[in-house]
Nanobody, 120 residues
Framework: QVQLVESGGGLVQAGGSLRLSCAAS????????MGWGRQAPGKQRELVAS???????KYEDSVKGRFTISRDNAKNMVYLQMNGLKPEDTAVYFC??????????????WGQGTQVTVSS
């Protein structure tokens, strides 16, 4: 069993910053790609940032230059530093990880999400 737990969401004014954290725990053998997705009300979930185990990052166009994803492989943690926040960034943010667990199968896992609200 693998669990992903996010923290760091909240309410911030436009132009402000937040740092999200996600901790992976459980019967983990190895973690491959990790990422952050978000889902705004009435919209589909979208992946906004991802990072490989070697540190290669990708970003969705709307967050490039404002968001930075990083990870600590020793701690099974992934982070999302969000600067220059805009009201359209308001969403529930979910952590994602591709994990080989005790069953030796590569599976994708999602956390429960943390709310980010940006006021104008």
């Amino acid at each position: 069993q693998v669990q992903l737990v996010e923290s760091g969401g909240g309410l911030v004014q436009a132009g402000g910053s937040l740092r999200l954290s996600c901790a992976a725990s459980g019967s983990i053998f190895s973690i491959h790609d990790m990422g952050w997705g978000r889902q705004a009300p009435g919209k589909q979930r979208e992946l906004v940032a991802s990072i490989t185990s070697g540190g290669i990052t990708k970003y969705e166009d709307s967050v490039k230059g404002r968001f930075t994803i990083s990870r600590d492989n020793a701690k099974n943690m992934v982070y999302l530093q969000m600067n220059g926040l805009k009201p359209e960034d308001t969403a529930v943010y979910f952590c994602n990880a591709d994990v080989i667990a005790a069953d030796w199968r590569l599976k994708g896992y999602w956390g429960q999400g943390t709310q980010v609200t940006v006021s104008s």
